[in-house]
């Protein structure tokens, strides 16, 4: 099965820089990237996602990038502000008709410092 | 408003006292497949389903059991819960047209 590595476990940034996180990817047949946003106690919601026919992917300070052929994708943040700070993970899975089975990654604690 | 809801919310029990965690949607999706979150493991897939009567297992689905006799309702049983269940759990579901996967709130289980 897919098997999702994901790093850094945890990322300290000053507010104001940029944070990026990294996965790696087992399966060459996953075609969809999705990152979620896990905020403490709460639940975790989509904030961007990316298919494998696309190799970037922004949406205001939030991109993703994707390379095939190494099994790889990130999450790029700039501008980090407070808010950002959350657990981020990463999952890949196979988009069918029936539904995507996801497997995420470990997640990444992300804390941004005044 | 479209929401996942599972009840209840936080639940301790003991060992080999059965319950079930109840997961309900109202936005029409097909798919619904339930999660748990462990520290340092991220979410891994328990079971899901892909419409009424159709589940199939996930990468975790020892010691559960599902249902879906309903579109909306997705139910997480646990027949003889253990100690290593303890774990918060969450609950998914996603339209077939669409690759959003929307969480439910999670149910915080302690097994003692």
């Known amino acids: 099965g897919e098997n999702v590595e994901q790093h850094p476990s945890t990322l300290s940034v000053q507010e104001g820089d940029s944070a990026v996180i990294k996965c790696t990817y087992s399966d060459s047949a996953s075609n969809y990237f999705p990152w979620y946003k896990q905020e403490l106690g709460k639940r975790p919601q989509l904030i961007i996602d990316i298919r494998s026919n696309v190799g970037e992917k922004k949406d205001q300070r939030i991109a993703v990038t994707l390379n095939k052929t190494a099994k790889h994708f990130s999450l790029h943040i700039t501008e980090t502000q407070p808010e950002d700070s959350a657990v981020y993970f990463c999952?890949?899975?196979?988009?069918?008709?029936?539904?995507?089975?996801?497997?995420f990654g470990t997640g990444t604690q992300l804390k941004v410092e005044l | 408003e479209a929401q996942v809801t599972q009840n209840p919310r936080y639940l301790i029990t003991v060992t080999g006292k059965k319950l079930t965690v109840t997961c309900s949607q109202n936005m029409n999706h097909e798919y619904m497949s339930w999660y748990r979150q462990d520290p340092g493991l991220g979410l891994r897939q328990i079971y899901y389903s892909m419409n009424v009567e159709v589940t199939d297992k996930g990468d975790v689905p020892e010691g559960y059991k599902v249902s879906r006799k309903e579109k909306r309702n997705f139910p997480l049983i646990l027949e003889s819960p253990s100690p290593n269940q303890t774990s918060l759990y969450f609950c998914?579901?996603?339209?077939?047209?669409?690759?959003?996967?929307?969480f439910g709130a999670g149910t915080r289980l302690s097994v003692l």
């Open positions: 998914a579901s996603q339209s077939l047209a669409k690759n959003i996967q929307y």
């Open positions: 999952a890949a899975s196979i988009l069918t008709g029936g539904g995507n089975k996801l497997t």
